[in-house]
């Protein structure tokens, strides 16, 4: 197996039922590549969305308050308000934790499987791993701001 780069249009990808012969197929499978990178991209704001985001789990009388808070017109309402910190059901934390989980677990997956597609050393599968991540963060990034 060669250690450098070359730019040919046979080349085999992570399992042998993945051999790619000729410009057509090397086509497909740097697209196929691109894909899972955008994925692969887009996963990782998920996850900080997951995170990050209200839970639909929360109490609603946490909400409720600083809705209170805002229509009122009298200026010692803006004093502090003492207010407990949302909680999760025991239950709902273990889903929302195992969701967490399993899309790390994805995510490292992938990312390893995109690793290996690079250690072919073919350029085109090299360019599409490149380009998908940049198609990736350029989606994704401005999801970051909204979150």
Known sequence: MSMTFEA?????LLFHFWDVQGPAGMALSVFVVLLLTVFYELLKVWRVWLGKR?????????RGSSAAL?????????????????????????????????????????????MLCVMSYNTWIFLGVILGSFLGYFIGFPLLGQI
Not at 54 to 62: G, I, K, R, V
Not at 89 to 110: D, E, F, K
């Open 8 to 12: 040919g249009s046979s080349v085999t």
């Open 54 to 62: 209200p839970s639909p789990f929360h109490s609603s009388d946490y």
């Open 70 to 114: 805002a229509s009122s017109l009298s200026e010692s309402s803006l004093a502090p308000m003492e207010q407990t910190a949302p909680t999760l059901s025991p239950m709902n934390r273990w889903l929302l934790r195992g969701i967490q989980t399993a899309l790390h677990i994805l995510q490292v997956t992938l990312g390893y499987m995109l």
